[in-house]
């Protein structure tokens, strides 16, 4: 079993949805990221936390300590938002999930 | 915007051959770390580097990988001789330190024939 297990494998959306992406994972950590991945392979980090929510534009993230558990809300998606979406969780090292393949239909 | 800059982009060669990566992290980071990605699968640590010093290199090859950050600023990654399973995206990232926001970049996406 993975130690960061992320659902969906894959999703599509039609524009204008609103989106979630959920991780859980079973180590100890200090923090969880949510990196996202273009096609071209680039990775971008769009959030680290360790606690409560963070938003950003029309991203919003969360976890849940106690539940080790960590969503990631895309609000009103738009084609552009198609990426994979990477969560990871760093404590000693850095552990990735496999990614959730997003693709958002205009 | 500072980056992280890696080279080559993309990068064919057939099996057995010796292919090399370059890495420059953002100035001022002392973590460097080198990833794999398989398709379809999340980035997997190679090594990782704070400074010049080795701090992780359970998971690299070193019978065919090797790695080098020698003034404690840019890396590079080799692989000698290569293999057809190590088709796949390697990325570089930095941070301030460990943990920290890992910076990646944009990758080398390498083919072996």
């Known amino acids: 079993k993975n130690e960061v297990e992320q659902s969906p494998q894959n999703l599509t959306a039609q524009e204008g949805e609103f989106i979630t992406i959920n991780c859980s994972y079973s180590?100890?950590?200090?923090?969880l990221h949510w990196l996202q991945q273009h096609p071209g392979g680039g990775i971008v980090s769009l959030f680290m936390l360790s606690s409560g929510k963070k938003k950003h534009g029309r991203l919003i993230a969360t976890i849940n300590i106690q539940e080790k558990h960590s969503s990631l809300h895309i609000t009103a998606s738009h084609p552009r938002d198609s990426a994979v979406y990477i969560c990871?969780?760093?404590?000693?090292?850095?552990?990735f999930g496999a990614g959730t393949r997003l693709t958002v239909k205009p | 915007e500072a980056e992280v800059a890696q080279s080559p982009r993309y990068k064919i060669t057939e099996k057995s051959q010796a292919v090399a990566f370059w890495c420059d992290p953002i100035s001022g980071h002392a973590t460097l770390y080198w990833y794999r990605q398989i398709l379809g699968q999340g980035p997997e640590l190679l090594v990782q580097f704070q400074d010049e010093s080795v701090v992780d290199d359970s998971q690299l090859p070193k019978d065919r990988f090797s790695a080098e950050r020698l003034k404690g600023v840019d890396s590079t990654l080799k692989i000698q001789p290569a293999e057809l399973g190590d088709s796949a995206m390697y990325l570089c990232?930095?941070?301030?330190?460990?943990?920290?926001?890992?910076?990646f970049g944009p990758g080398t996406r390498l083919t072996v024939l």
């Open positions: 990232a930095s941070s301030l330190g460990k943990p920290g926001t890992q910076y």
């Open positions: 180590v100890g950590i200090s923090a």
């Open positions: 990871a969780v760093s404590g000693n090292d850095m552990r």
